[in-house]
């Protein structure tokens, strides 16, 4: 059974920095394509950024490119989003993802990733 748990998320002042992790437990971490998505009410969930299983390949949305970045301690089956320069349009729930059939691309579509994690809400105030 696959579980995937989110931490990390709180409030911070627009410009500041937060990071939120996820730990995977359940199947090889290593085998798996992680990604978070986010999202806020009354909008559609959205990739936020992806990393290929050994790190060595990432996507990331253009709305956060150059302010976030993403990375993977298979070692500790963590998967990480720091979080820079943040912007009030940052806030939502912010959601791991696992893509069970792929490893080495990163997909940004919401129907190719399996298993999701609870969530974690990140609030930027201005």
């Known amino acids: 059974q696959v579980q995937l748990v989110e931490s990390g998320g709180g409030l911070v002042q627009a410009g500041g920095s937060l990071s939120v992790s996820c730990v995977a437990s359940?199947?090889?971490?290593?085998?798996?394509?992680m990604a978070w998505f986010r999202q806020t009410p009354g909008k559609e969930r959205e990739f936020v950024a992806g990393?290929?299983?050994?790190?060595?390949?990432?996507s990331y949305a253009d709305s956060v490119k150059g302010r976030f970045t993403i990375s993977r301690d298979n070692a500790k089956n963590t998967v990480y989003l720091q979080m820079n320069s943040l912007k009030p349009e940052d806030t939502a729930v912010y959601y791991c993802?696992?893509?069970?059939?792929?490893?080495?691309?990163?997909?940004?579509?919401?129907?190719?990733?399996?298993?999701w994690g609870q969530g974690t809400q990140v609030t930027v105030s201005l």
């Open positions: 993802a696992q893509d069970i059939h792929n490893r080495v691309v990163v997909n940004t579509e919401l129907d190719k990733y399996t298993y």
């Open positions: 359940g199947r090889p971490f290593a085998t798996v394509t």
């Open positions: 990393v290929n299983w050994n790190g060595g390949r990432t």
